[in-house]
C-alpha cells in the first residue's frame, strides 16, 4: 500500500499520536501475559486509568510513562535548535527541562542517576557508558524524533541515534543498534512513495551492520550473538504465517520469554522484532498496530510505541479514534509529573517546523556555493 496522498505534516503528527497513545494503552497491561489480558478485557482497545511504579499515583486514562518523557526531550532539543541534535543539545535539555519528580514516577529510577551525571562536566558522549542496562529498549522506543528530524533520510538517522544514544546507553551498543531500527523505519515511511515493504527494504539496507574480514570471502556479525536483520527476518517468516495478533504472539512464545531477572521483558531486540512485525502484519494501518501491541503481552507499551510510531510515519491518524488523540492530551494537563505539558500536535509541528528549517538551511548553503 503506497500512502501518496498522505502530507508530512500528517506523518509527524501520526508517529508521535501512534507513540504517545500506544504508549498509554500499553501501560495498562504492561509486564502482563497475554493470557491474562485476554482473560480481563478480551481484547484492550480503550484508554483506561492506571498505577504505576506501585507508588499509589492513578494516572488519567492516556497518561503517558517513562519511553514518552525520554521523547519529550528529544522533541524539546531540536524545537530549540531548529535542525538534528548531537548529545550535548540534548543534555542541556536535560539540565533545564527534566522535572526533578520525574524519576520514579513518569521514568525509570536509573535516568535519576543519569541525570546527576547530566549536571557534571562529564562529556554527554560517556553518560550512557555507566548505565546498566545497555542492551534494553531504553532508546530505541523512544528516538522516534531522531528519525522525524531525518525524514526520508536513513543514513543521517542512523549517525543521530549513534549520537544522542550515547546519553542513554555505551556506544555501538545493541540496544543502540537496535535504535537504528526504529529511526530508519520512521525515517524511511515519511517518503512520499513509502510502502509497508519499501520501510522494511530500508530496515535491511541501513541496519545490516555486518562487516567484511579481509582475506575471508563469508560474512560474519560484527558482534556477538545474532545479526539484526537476520533476527528481522526470522520474525517476518513467523508473521508471514499468523493471520493476526493472536496467532502472531504465540508464535513468539517459543523466541521471547526470559523471566526472572531485571528488564527481563525489555530488551531492544525482542521489542523491535516484533514492532516490526506487527507493522507488517496490520500492513501499516495505526490504530490496529496499537490494539496488536497492547494485546501482545510482556512489554506492551514499548512495542506498541515502535511499531504504532512506524505504522503512523506512514500512515497517519486517519484511523485513529478521535476520542483517543482527546483523552491523551487532556491526561498531559493532569501531569504534575511530565517534563512538558505539551499537546500531541504541538510537540509533531515542533519537530515538524525544525525539520523546515533544516531543509531551509541545506537550501541556502547550497545556494551560496553555487550549486552544482
Known amino acids: 500500500m503506497s500512502e501518496n496522498n498522505i502530507s508530512l505534516r500528517e506523518k509527524f503528527y501520526g508517529c508521535i499520536c501512534g507513540s504517545h497513545i500506544g504508549s498509554s494503552m500499553g501501560a495498562i497491561v504492561e ?10 478485557y478480551g481484547t484492550l482497545e480503550e484508554l483506561l486509568p492506571y498505577e504505576h511504579y506501585d507508588n499509589g499515583w492513578m494516572r488519567d486514562a492516556g497518561t503517558t510513562e517513562d519511553g514518552i518523557e525520554r521523547q519529550k526531550l528529544i522533541i524539546t532539543a531540536i524545537m530549540r535548535k531548529g535542525d538534528r541534535v ?5 543534555r542541556a535539555v536535560w539540565r533545564t527541562d527534566i522535572n526533578p519528580k520525574a524519576p520514579g514516577n513518569v521514568s525509570e529510577p536509573f535516568e535519576g542517576e543519569l541525570l546527576a551525571m547530566a549536571k557534571t562536566n562529564i562529556p554527554a558522549s560517556d553518560i550512557g557508558n555507566y548505565c546498566d542496562y545497555s542492551g534494553l529498549v531504553s532508546f530505541a522506543r523512544s ?4 528519525g522525524l528530524i531525518n525524514a526520508g533520510d536513513p543514513a543521517s538517522a542512523v549517525d543521530d541515534v549513534f549520537e544522542v544514544g550515547q546519553l542513554y546507553q555505551a556506544s555501538n551498543s545493541r540496544g543502540l543498534q537496535w535504535a537504528c531500527v526504529t529511526a530508519v523505519a520512521i525515517a524511511s515511511a515519511t517518503k512520499p512513495n513509502a510502502t509497508v515493504d519499501s ?11 555486518r562487516a567484511k574480514v579481509e582475506g575471508r570471502d563469508d560474512w560474519y556479525a560484527a558482534w556477538a550473538g545474532v545479526n539484526i536483520v537476520d533476527e528481522i527476518d526470522a520474525g517476518l517468516k513467523l508473521t508471514a504465517k499468523c493471520k493476526d495478533f493472536r496467532e502472531l504472539r504465540k508464535a513468539f512464545d517459543s523466541v521471547y520469554n526470559g523471566i526472572g531477572m531485571a528488564y527481563c521483558m525489555a530488551y531492544a531486540n525482542e521489542i523491535v522484532t516484533k514492532a516490526v512485525c506487527i507493522f507488517k502484519l496490520v500492513n501499516g494501518d495505526l490504530k490496529q498496530a496499537i490494539i496488536s501491541g497492547v494485546n501482545f503481552g510482556r512489554d506492551t507499551d514499548c512495542a506498541t510505541a515502535v511499531a504504532a510510531g512506524i505504522a503512523g510515519a506512514l500512515t ?5 479514534p ?3 488523540i482527546e483523552q491523551t492530551d487532556s491526561a498531559v494537563k493532569n501531569n504534575p509529573f511530565t517534563n512538558t505539558q505539551r ?3 504541538e510537540n509533531s509541528d515542533g519537530l515538524y517546523d525544525a525539520f523546515k528549517n533544516r531543509l531551509n538551511k541545506m537550501k541556502e548553503f547550497y545556494d551560496v556555493m553555487g550549486g552544482i
Not at 509486564?31 to 480481563?40: L, M, Q, V
Not at 528516538?143 to 531522531?146: D, S, V
Open 199 to 209: 520501510v522494511i527494504a530500508d530496515i535491511y539496507k541501513y541496519c545490516d551492520r
Open 343 to 345: 499537546t500531541l500536535r
Open 31 to 40: 509486564g502482563w501475559p497475554y493470557d491474562s489480558i485476554e482473560k480481563k
Open 322 to 324: 478521535q476520542k483517543w
Open 86 to 90: 548531537n548529545a550535548e543539545d540534548v
Open 143 to 146: 528516538c522516534h524524533p531522531i
Open 316 to 320: 497517519g491518524t486517519s484511523s485513529l
